[in-house]
Each structure stands twice: as C-alpha cells, then as structure tokens.
C-alpha cells in the first residue's frame, strides 16, 4: 500500500534551479532511506543521490556539488534541491523508498519530468 509520489518538475533555462518533492503514502513498518533515481531518454537509469535514516548522503559523480538532498522525517517527505541545471539533467526523476531496512529500493514514484534547455 505504500506510494511514492513526486512533484516539482518543470522546464528550466540552464544554469536555472528546480525543487523536487517526494511524499511517502501509508504506513510502512519504517524508512529507513530515500533517494532520487533519474532517466533520460534511451539512457540507462541513473543514480542521482540517497539519504539515510541518520541523515548520511551519498551523490552520483554528474551531480555532486550542484543537487542536494534532504528529508523531513515527520512530513515523510524527501527533496532534491538542483542548482546549475545542465541540458544533461533532462530526465525523468524519480524517487525511492529503502522500507525494511536491507538496502534496496523497494517502492519507487511514477517520476516528474524535468526538461533543462540550452
């Protein structure tokens, strides 16, 4: 019954900033981690960043230094802050859910575009 659902896409200029929202639905036993996945258009998905129960954060290479992000526990909601946005973000993000503590991702929202132009 859990569900993820994201929001805050839209169509950017480079070098522009967008907010990513995330919000858990249900009542899974625990979340013990969340991240942010994304994939563009004939591309393999690609690992974007993650966010432990303890507040630890892991980036892919192509992000580090430019995304950020975030979660508010009590709102079962995580973020993804982009700043400097490239023509190379275009993808659809999504965002997943770590629910039983092993590491994996189990529960994953259908994306939000986000669409950078040059």
């Known amino acids: 019954q859990v569900q993820l659902v994201e929001s805050g896409g839209g169509l950017v200029q480079a070098g522009g900033s967008l907010r990513l929202s995330c919000v858990l639905y249900g009542r899974p036993f625990n979340v013990a981690g969340m991240a942010w996945f994304r994939q563009a258009p004939g591309k393999e998905r690609e690992f974007v960043a993650d966010?432990?129960?303890?507040?630890?954060?892991n980036y892919g290479d192509s992000v580090k230094g430019r995304f950020a992000i975030s979660r508010d526990n009590a709102k079962n909601t995580a973020y993804l802050q982009m700043n400097s946005l490239k023509p190379g973000d275009t993808a659809v993000y999504y965002c997943?859910?770590?629910?039983?503590?092993?590491?994996?991702?189990?529960?994953w929202g259908l994306g939000t575009q986000v669409t950078v132009s040059s």
């Open positions: 966010i432990g129960w303890a507040g630890s954060e």
């Open positions: 997943a859910a770590d629910t039983n503590s092993d590491s994996v991702w189990d529960f």
